[in-house]
């Protein structure tokens, strides 16, 4: 399996509080070649560790052109916003996040991931014996 290197990039988003009132936040997105489907989001607020979030990659290229997603993470282009704007829904049993994200920073991320590992090609770039190893009980 051959070492491809790791995408990172910093986002500075809004966290959305109510229809006239946001915070900023910053945002790292992370991909990894060897965990080929996801990106990592890790966001870095007031409290002492950051929070991470596991998008699929497909969901978050899916969400530039059209709103996907169901359950715990959503995400759409904002309407009205041209090409700007993108919101990510992140929800979990201690509530609920609504994130406006500029487009083109997450296009550029999802450009420089594809550069590495096309989508459609991510299998490829699983070690299976890995996966399946750790699978079994050892011995």
């Not at 290197?5 to 900023?24: E, P």
């Not at 607020?45 to 969901?59: A, C, I, Q, Y």
């Not at 978050?60 to 993470?73: E, F, H, R």
Request: hydrophobic share 40%; charged share 20%.
């Amino acid at each position: 399996m051959e070492s491809l290197k790791t995408v990172v990039q910093g986002v500075a988003v809004q966290l959305v509080i109510s229809r006239t009132y946001s915070l900023s936040v910053c945002m790292s997105l992370r991909y990894e070649p060897t965990d080929p489907y996801v990106v990592r989001a890790v966001f870095f607020t007031d409290t002492d560790e950051p929070v991470e979030w596991v998008l699929g990659r497909d969901l978050l290229a899916d969400g530039l052109k059209s709103s996907t997603g169901c359950g715990d993470i959503r995400i759409w282009p904002a309407v009205g916003r041209g090409d700007q704007a993108m919101y990510i829904v992140l929800g979990s049993p201690a509530g609920t996040a609504l994130l406006e994200v500029p487009v083109q920073d997450v296009r550029t991320f999802l450009e420089n991931t594809e550069e590495l590992v096309p989508r459609g090609t991510e299998s490829g770039h699983i070690d299976w014996n890995l996966e399946l190893a750790n699978l079994f009980p050892k011995g």
